[in-house]
């Protein structure tokens, strides 16, 4: 679809906010509104080495400012068993240097205004410069999500499919 001659600017710009490391509808839809929201795009599916042949894989993050996100979804994280696993294994992350945001089920689309400042903070304070239009960007979709109930994608200019940032 992408050399298409009849695809729009608009339809590039969607395609090019795919990613084959999604592992869920929910989680693309996370990182959709990450990105959207003006932070820069996260990694998916970040292996972080815990030691002997022990790994975490991350749903999204930035290795550079050791910021990561994850979705818990209702399926592999409601029971006791599952959030005890959950609260070892973010220990120990973040005992290694990591950051890690946890967004439940009801933050999409309820609580996006502060799932974006929560992050948009964290990166921040990591040592990520968005600069000020970077800033102001951020900070008017912040104001956005929190008139709104439901999150609704800002227009987006003609641009390339690597210029998201």
């Known amino acids: ?16 906010l795919a990613d084959p490391g999604a592992a869920s509808p929910r989680e693309s839809w996370l990182r959709v ?9 996260p990694t998916t599916q970040i292996r972080v080495d815990l ?20 979705y818990d979804g209702q399926q592999h994280h409601t029971s006791a068993i599952d959030q005890l696993r959950d609260t070892d294994r973010r220990d120990e992350l973040r005992r290694r240097g ?29 040592g990520w410069q968005p600069g000020p239009d970077g800033m102001t960007r951020i900070l008017r979709r ?12 800002a227009p987006r200019t003609r641009r390339h499919h690597h210029d998201l940032a």
Request: no cysteine; charged share 30%.
């Open 33 to 41: 509104i990450l990105v959207e929201g003006g932070l820069p795009r």
């Open 51 to 70: 030691g002997g042949d022990r790994y975490a894989r991350l749903d999204l993050g930035w290795e550079e400012f050791n910021v990561a996100v994850e």
């Open 142 to 153: 912040i104001r956005a999500a929190r008139r709104g109930s439901h999150y609704t994608p």
């Open 1 to 16: 679809m992408w050399h298409r001659a009849l695809n729009t600017w608009r339809v590039r710009d969607t395609l090019s």
């Open 98 to 126: 990591w950051r890690v945001i946890a967004v439940r089920r009801d933050v999409i689309p309820g609580q996006i205004a502060d799932l974006l400042h929560h992050v948009a903070d964290a990166l921040i304070e990591r």
